[in-house]
């Protein structure tokens, strides 16, 4: 999904080879650093490490580099992935806080 869509958004892969190749170092920098800073606060919470944090810091690392893939740099895509972490787990907190998510 993702990859499709990051690296596909060149729209002609024909010449941009090089553009693909960065969007798909970024997009995957940035969902294995919200991976683990995501896993690393969950761990500090609950001293278990949950699939749960680690999938959804995933996705929180991929929807945080979607708009910047291609003008990001690599270092760039890793602070993306490790900003998003935090963002999920306070946005997921506040949800459940303040009753307003449907799945609660």
Same mark, same amino acid.
């Given at each position: 999904?993702? @990859?499709?869509?990051?690296?596909?958004?060149?729209?002609?892969? %024909?010449?941009? $080879?090089?553009?693909?190749?960065? +969007?798909?170092? #970024?997009?995957?920098?940035?969902?294995?650093?919200?991976?683990?800073?995501?896993?690393?606060?969950? @761990?500090?919470?609950?001293?278990?490490?949950?699939?749960?944090? %680690?999938?959804? $810091?995933?996705?929180?690392?991929? +929807?945080?580099? #979607?708009?910047?893939?291609?003008?990001?740099?690599?270092?760039?895509?890793?602070?993306?992935g490790l900003i998003a972490g935090p963002v999920?787990?306070?946005?997921?907190?506040?949800?459940?806080?303040?009753?307003?998510?449907? +799945?609660?």
């Open positions: 999904g993702w @990859y499709g869509f990051n690296g596909v958004s060149t729209l002609a892969i %024909a010449g941009y $080879g090089g553009v693909a190749a960065h +969007v798909m170092m #970024t997009t995957t920098i940035a969902a294995a650093v919200g991976c683990m800073s995501t896993t690393f606060i969950g @761990y500090l919470c609950t001293h278990t490490i949950d699939p749960g944090f %680690a999938n959804n $810091g995933i996705l929180s690392g991929l +929807v945080a580099i #979607t708009a910047g893939c291609s003008t990001s740099n690599l270092w760039g895509a890793f602070f993306t999920y787990v306070a946005g997921s907190k506040l949800l459940v806080a303040l009753e307003i998510d449907d +799945v609660v």
